[in-house]
């Protein structure tokens, strides 16, 4: 056998837990904060959140919120139902532009729930969304993917498939994601089946709707329902879907639909504002908060009108821009003050919520990246973030999805989770015994404290190299994003896929063949 083939064979039985070579996989794979098949359970967050705001602070926001709310009005566009709904609930339509009585929206939120289990077809796979949970969840949404031969080049659906199988893999991420890439070779009015039902057989954790026509999200509950019985679904949520805000202070026709379709099937809905400051909102952080809340509350508070007690995240993107190009820029001061702000607002109305992940603007994985990745992750975190979209992945300001990237974020957000559980206060972690064996002036190497815990004592990195200068010549002077590209081809050549119901998968494919044969190809 080949020391390729042997490495195969290692991550393999490593997934299935047998034989001695499994054994050992499982030990460093404990020690670097897990491998392949060694799962880690959406983060319980033992640690305090960060708050920039205090009450006062708070309750300005809130009050200049709900003058935008009352005075300028929210845009629902296109949409004659949703403004028939806010008329009967008291607001004040005048054309598409709705106006908002103080106390409103805040009265429509008292029945969305502040935490709901989004069900995996894997139960053990399911997340917990709100509370002191958070989950973490790959890129969403770019064009386009830097490959592991370094091209950068429109994606197809055999990429969308392996960052499935990757995030799937992958121990610190907790969901599956929605849109992973775009998968450009497949029709623009078929893909999202594809998407959707690759999903659901290359892996077995949580995932995210189409919310790219109405039609889309109704064939994404269809699949959803084949998957897990009409009953379920009508009662339980198997789906968390992003809704967007068309900043400034729009809600458009499309997310408008999407959002119906999954709040009157129970399903949840990330209400987000889609920010770059000073283009879609004020260059000020409060200003920007002022318009992330109103935005927040008119969508959010919507969905309540379709469906009483349907999920709903509080969601922020928000990025600065460079004032001298126009472009996005990530891993800067402003953002993270709006995401630890509208954290607190998100608190206050008792509604889970979604920011940030592993933002950057660098068009490769380099230094760039990593500081701009690392500074918008560590807000996230610390600002108590539910659901974290673009945990792993992103690049160039997310048009790139990047398998290098990828790998290296993951062993970021291992490091995070172990953070997250803060300090052991057990009685292992006093270490006393250590302590009072070790006593003056000797070390800890040998004591049968450290030998006990060795193995899981500190987060090991599979990226980083810690070695000496002459074993990193020896094996080859290879960077970060070399050491991640060999893992990302491990890892794809030793995926083996998750069960899936042979009737189950057999009814998928033939929703998807009469679905797809229904229409003719359209690439707009």
């Given at each position: 056998m080949?020391?390729?083939?042997?490495?195969?064979?290692?991550?393999?039985?490593?997934?299935?837990?047998?034989?001695a070579?499994g054994?050992?996989?499982?030990?460093?794979a404990?020690?670097?904060?897990?491998?392949?098949?060694?799962?880690?359970?959406y983060i319980?967050?033992?640690?305090?959140?960060?708050?920039?705001?205090?009450?006062?602070?708070?309750?300005?926001i809130?009050?200049?919120?709900?003058?935008?709310?009352?005075?300028?009005?929210?845009?629902?566009?296109?949409?004659?139902?949703?403004?028939?709904?806010?008329?009967?609930?008291?607001?004040?339509?005048?054309?598409?532009?709705?106006?908002?009585?103080?106390?409103?929206c805040?009265?429509?939120?008292?029945?969305?729930?502040?935490v709901?289990?989004?069900?995996?077809r894997?139960?053990e796979?399911?997340?917990?969304?709100?509370?002191?949970?958070?989950?973490?969840?790959?890129?969403?949404?770019?064009?386009?993917?830097?490959?592991?031969?370094?091209?950068?080049?429109?994606?197809?659906?055999?990429?969308?498939q392996?960052?499935?199988?990757?995030?799937?893999m992958?121990?610190s991420?907790?969901?599956?994601?929605g849109?992973?890439c775009?998968p450009?070779?497949?029709?623009?009015?078929?893909?999202h089946?594809?998407?959707?039902?690759?999903?659901?057989?290359?892996?077995?954790?949580?995932?995210?709707?189409?919310?790219?026509a109405?039609?889309?999200?109704?064939?994404t509950?269809?699949?959803?329902?084949?998957?897990?019985?009409?009953?379920?679904?009508?009662?339980?949520?198997?789906?968390?879907?992003?809704?967007n805000?068309?900043?400034?202070?729009?809600?458009?026709?499309?997310?408008?639909?999407?959002?119906k379709?999954?709040?009157?099937?129970n399903?949840?809905?990330?209400v987000?504002?889609?920010?770059?400051a000073?283009?879609?909102?004020?260059?000020?952080?409060?200003?920007?908060?002022?318009?992330?809340?109103?935005?927040?509350?008119?969508?959010?508070?919507?969905?309540?009108?379709?469906?009483?007690?349907?999920?709903?995240?509080?969601?922020?993107?928000?990025?600065?821009?460079?004032?001298?190009?126009g472009?996005?820029?990530?891993?800067?001061?402003?953002?993270?003050?709006?995401?630890y702000?509208?954290?607190?607002?998100?608190?206050?109305?008792?509604?889970p919520?979604?920011?940030?992940?592993?933002?950057?603007?660098?068009?490769?994985?380099?230094?760039?990246?990593a500081?701009?990745?690392a500074?918008?992750?560590?807000?996230?975190?610390?600002a108590g973030?539910?659901?974290v979209?673009?945990?792993?992945?992103?690049l160039e300001?997310?048009?790139?999805?990047?398998?290098?990237?990828?790998?290296?974020?993951?062993?970021?957000?291992?490091?995070?989770?172990?953070?997250?559980e803060?300090?052991d206060?057990?009685?292992?972690?006093?270490?006393?015994?250590?302590?009072?064996?070790?006593?003056?002036?000797s070390?800890?190497?040998?004591?049968?404290?450290?030998?006990?815990?060795?193995?899981?004592?500190?987060?090991?990195?599979?990226?980083?190299?810690?070695?000496?200068?002459?074993?990193?010549?020896?094996?080859g002077?290879?960077?970060a994003?070399?050491?991640?590209?060999?893992?990302a081809r491990?890892?794809?050549?030793?995926?083996?896929?998750?069960?899936?119901?042979?009737?189950?998968?057999?009814?998928?494919?033939?929703?998807i063949?009469k679905?797809?044969?229904?229409?003719?190809?359209?690439?707009?």
């Open positions: 080949s020391e390729h083939a042997a490495v195969d064979q290692e991550a393999s039985n490593a997934r299935r837990g047998r034989g070579s054994g050992a996989a499982a030990r460093r404990a020690r670097s904060g897990g491998g392949p098949g060694t799962q880690l359970t319980k967050r033992k640690i305090n959140v960060y708050e920039v705001l205090d009450e006062e602070g708070l309750a300005l809130e009050k200049n919120t709900d003058t935008v709310l009352e005075e300028i009005g929210i845009i629902f566009r296109d949409d004659a139902e949703a403004l028939q709904l806010w008329k009967e609930a008291g607001a004040d339509v005048k054309g598409e532009r709705v106006h908002f009585p103080k106390g409103l805040r009265s429509l939120l008292k029945t969305a729930p502040s709901y289990t989004q069900h995996a894997n139960s796979r399911s997340v917990q969304i709100g509370g002191n949970a958070t989950v973490f969840a790959p890129v969403y949404g770019p064009p386009f993917v830097r490959d592991l031969d370094g091209v950068r080049r429109y994606a197809t659906i055999e990429d969308f392996n960052f499935v199988k990757l995030a799937y992958a121990p991420i907790h969901h599956s994601g849109t992973v775009e450009v070779d497949v029709p623009v009015n078929k893909r089946l594809d998407m959707i039902y690759s999903h659901i057989k290359y892996s077995d954790k949580p995932f995210m709707g189409s919310v790219t109405p039609e889309r999200a109704e064939d509950v269809a699949m959803a329902k084949i998957v897990f019985g009409d009953d379920f679904v009508e009662n339980n949520t198997v789906l968390t879907s992003l809704i805000a068309n900043s400034p202070m729009v809600f458009d026709e499309t997310m408008l639909g999407a959002l379709v999954y709040a009157r099937h399903q949840a809905c990330i987000t504002p889609f920010i770059l000073g283009a879609m909102s004020p260059v000020t952080v409060a200003g920007t908060l002022t318009q992330v809340l109103a935005e927040v509350l008119a969508g959010a508070s919507f969905t309540q009108l379709i469906r009483p007690g349907a999920p709903v995240l509080f969601g922020t993107f928000a990025s600065s821009i460079s004032m001298q190009s472009a996005p820029t990530f891993g800067t001061p402003e953002p993270s003050l709006v995401s702000g509208a954290a607190q607002l998100a608190r206050r109305l008792g509604l919520f979604r920011t940030g992940g592993s933002l950057c603007a660098s068009k490769v994985p380099d230094a760039q990246a500081y701009e990745s500074n918008t992750l560590n807000s996230t975190i610390l973030t539910n659901f979209l673009h945990s792993a992945g992103w300001g997310g048009l790139a999805s990047c398998y290098e990237k990828f790998m290296m974020d993951i062993d970021q957000l291992g490091m995070t989770q172990k953070f997250s803060g300090v206060l057990s009685e292992n972690g006093q270490a006393m015994d250590a302590i009072r064996q070790v006593g003056p002036g070390h800890y190497l040998g004591c049968d404290h450290t030998q006990a815990n060795f193995q899981t004592a500190f987060y090991r990195s599979n990226i980083a190299d810690n070695n000496s200068y002459e074993q990193w010549l020896a094996e002077e290879k960077t994003p070399q050491r991640a590209n060999e893992l491990r890892w794809l050549e030793s995926y083996e896929a998750p069960y899936l119901d042979p009737s189950i998968d057999e009814a998928l494919k033939d929703f063949a679905k797809k044969g229904s229409m003719p190809d359209a690439f707009t």
